[in-house]
């Protein structure tokens, strides 16, 4: 599974990034999370506010710091 964080490194980026690393630490599985800070690439997505929360090229939140256990209920799609 492959996990993406979008944002341009701000406070809350950053707070998102590190819940969802506590949240692959949680469920079993190879997941690939990647931090995401290029703007062109974030535009690609269609997001027009960070952080977002990408999984396997779907956008599943924007503009919000998600919760570890949210994290692990998207992951489960």
Same mark, same amino acid.
């Given at each position: 599974?492959? !996990?993406?964080? $979008? +944002?341009?490194?701000?406070?809350?980026?950053? #707070? $998102?990034?590190? %819940?969802?690393?506590? #949240? &692959? %630490?949680?469920?079993?599985?190879?997941?690939?999370?990647? @931090?995401?800070?290029?703007?062109?690439?974030?535009?690609?997505? +269609?997001?027009?506010?960070?952080? %977002? $929360?990408?999984?396997? +090229? &779907?956008? @599943? /939140?924007?503009?919000? !710091? $998600? /919760?570890?256990? %949210? !994290? &692990?209920?998207? @992951?489960?799609?």
């Amino acid at each position: 599974m492959k !996990i993406e964080i $979008l +944002g341009t490194g701000c406070t809350k980026c950053k #707070a $998102l990034e590190e %819940a969802t690393k506590q #949240a &692959v %630490a949680k469920v079993d599985g190879f997941h690939e999370v990647k @931090k995401v800070e290029d703007i062109v690439e974030i535009m690609n997505y +269609g997001v027009m506010s960070t952080p %977002a $929360l990408v999984v396997d +090229g &779907v956008v @599943k /939140s924007t503009g919000k !710091i $998600l /919760s570890v256990e %949210a !994290i &692990v209920f998207f @992951k489960r799609w």
